[in-house]
């Protein structure tokens, strides 16, 4: 069965190709659910709602999580609570970014 850190490792191979960053990384990664052996349940956000590039985020996640040995299925529910801000930010990468 996989676990929730197979899953967190995966999504960081997912990049916002805007900034060029991992969507664990950026934060945003809200959820990670495995609801049955086989089975994986994200919820994440996006930097903003007008990203021109969140389907192909999502789509990303998507295939990083299902490309895991044992997983057929991952489901990805894209949600805005809460908002995304920089402080959901790994502190390393907004210390590298100066913010």
Known sequence: MVTEDQ?????KQVKDPEINLNVVDLGLLYEIR???PASVYLKMTLTSPMCPT????LNGA???VEALEGVERCDVELTWTPFWSPARMDPKVRAMLGL
């Open 7 to 11: 899953v967190r490792e995966a999504l």
């Open 34 to 36: 495995i609801e049955e």
């Open 54 to 57: 969140g389907p192909a985020i």
């Open 62 to 64: 998507k295939q990083a």
